[in-house]
């Protein structure tokens, strides 16, 4: 079935450092692929999307870049703050018309100052 | 608008009590997920409803989880009885018409403490 799937572990790095985080899909068809935020106590919030290959989305300064070829998704931010601090989930819809998403475990980012 | 409300935020009970959580979708959406999630299973989809109709509770635990959408507005997910293993956060989406790329808004969720 359709699936995505997160680097493992928590991500620790200081104020200002370059930010990856990893993501990869099964899917057939042609999915949307999505990252969401998750802050401290608050419920999960769409940071950027795509929604076809070689598409970008950006927000917030975090880029992702579909990339059919390498079924990947990988998340970027070329210099974080201490308010990015958060647990970050990359999820897909595939093509069934349903707006079902399918979500990976999420990765806990800690900036430092 | 005000997003996706639920309630209560939090919810402490006994084992074997019944919990009724609730949930208002954002208007004029007609897609409605219920969620749960723990550190050890992460985000897990329990059901779905589609114009208050129930379309997948493959992700429903067990007989002791029920959800009902009795109109466009509301929503309930009900535990009964619960069991201190139903302690989670419990998050309700709703997502507009019209596709499979829209986004889901997600309320801030219910913590639940099962004791």
């Known amino acids: 079935g359709d699936s995505v799937t997160q680097m493992e572990g928590p991500v620790t790095l200081s104020e200002e450092a370059f930010l990856t985080i990893n993501c990869t899909y099964t899917?057939?068809?042609?999915?949307?692929l999505f990252w969401y935020v998750q802050y401290p106590g608050e419920g999960l919030q769409l940071l950027l999307k795509a929604t076809k290959a070689d598409d970008k989305g950006s927000n917030k300064g975090f880029e992702a870049t579909y990339r059919k070829e390498t079924t990947s998704f990988h998340l970027e931010k070329g210099s974080v703050q201490v308010s990015d601090s958060a647990v970050y989930f990359c999820?897909?819809?595939?093509?069934?018309?349903?707006?079902?998403?399918?979500f990976g475990k999420g990765n806990q980012v800690v900036v430092i100052p | 608008d005000a997003g996706v409300i639920q309630s209560p935020r939090h919810e402490v009970t006994e084992m074997g009590q019944e919990v009724t959580l609730r949930c208002k979708p954002i208007s004029g959406h007609d897609y409605l997920f219920w969620y749960r999630q723990t550190m050890m299973r992460g985000l897990e989809l329990l059901i779905y409803?589609?114009?208050?109709?129930?379309?997948?509770d493959s992700g429903m635990p067990e007989d002791r989880f029920s959800a009902k959408m009795p109109n466009a507005s509301f929503s309930t997910l009900k535990i009964q009885p619960s069991e201190p293993r139903d302690s989670a956060v419990y998050f309700c989406?709703?997502?507009?018409?019209?596709?499979?790329?829209?986004?889901?808004?997600f309320g801030p969720g219910t913590r639940l403490t099962v004791l």
């Open positions: 989406a709703s997502s507009p018409p019209g596709g499979f790329y829209n986004e889901q808004f």
């Open positions: 999820a897909l819809s595939a093509y069934y018309g349903n707006n079902r998403l399918a």
């Open positions: 899917a057939t068809g042609y999915p949307s």
């Open positions: 409803f589609n114009n208050n109709v129930p379309i997948d």
